[in-house]
């Protein structure tokens, strides 16, 4: 079964600090994605990355694929209090389907 | 655009009462469903998908079912509701092939009690 780990859980951190959430595996996916999800509402897509090494950035947000596309990381520049929200990464198994991560949950305070 | 409904958002059920979510997706056709469960503040349990009409497949044994009736519909159901079964569901769709994103519906909260 391949699973994904997230860490940390949980992240509180002031207005403008730097953060890196960390989405682990023994497996190898084929490509991977992180959402960001806010309380009531469904996941919205932030990026995807398939190629190992490969970088992408999103404004703050910088997004790496591992070299043996077992891991992938979220760095945010000076977080904002609109990043506040619970952070998913995916990656897609052998068999086509997604499997999620647990999840980050970031609070950012003003 | 391609734009995909769930409802209802919130539910209160009786435990042994039946259950219906309905989610539909508009401006795609031939797409990928999904049914999941989230706990609070959690990742995603996938329950059920779908590739195509009348075509389920189920994750995890349970109490729920799901059925396609249409090509754009996907519905989750109960005959008996348990309490375990209360949480957050997300109706999703995807593209057949590639290496895109889901598209998740906005969740129904669902409260057996």
């Known amino acids: 079964t391949q699973l994904l780990e997230q860490s940390p859980q949980f992240l509180s951190i002031q207005e403008g600090e730097n953060l890196t959430v960390y989405c682990n595996s023994s497996s190898v996916f084929s490509s991977l994605q992180w959402y960001r999800q806010e309380p009531g509402e469904g996941p919205v897509l932030l990026v995807t990355?398939?190629?190992?090494?490969e970088v992408k950035k999103l404004k703050r947000l910088t997004f790496q694929f591992g070299d043996a596309r077992k891991d992938s990381s979220l760095h945010i520049t000076a977080a904002q209090p609109g990043d506040t929200g619970l952070y998913l990464c995916a990656g897609r198994s052998n068999t086509g389907k997604l499997i999620f991560g647990q999840g980050t949950t970031l609070q950012v305070k003003p | 655009s391609q734009t995909i409904h769930q409802w209802p958002a919130t539910l209160v059920q009786p435990v042994g009462s039946p259950l219906s979510l309905e989610c539909t997706v508009e401006g795609t056709s031939n797409p990928n469903l999904y049914w999941y469960r989230q706990a609070a503040g959690r990742g995603l349990q996938l329950l059920f998908y779908s590739v195509g009409i009348g075509q389920i497949s189920s994750e995890v044994p349970q109490n729920l079912s799901a059925s396609r009736p249409q090509d754009r519909q996907f519905i989750l159901s109960s005959k008996k509701l348990l309490l375990s079964d209360s949480g957050f569901y997300l109706c999703?769709?995807?593209?057949?092939?590639?290496?895109?994103?889901?598209?998740f519906g906005s969740g129904t909260r669902l409260t057996v009690v």
């Open positions: 999703a769709w995807s593209v057949v092939a590639g290496d895109y994103g889901y598209t």
């Open positions: 990355v398939v190629t190992g090494g």
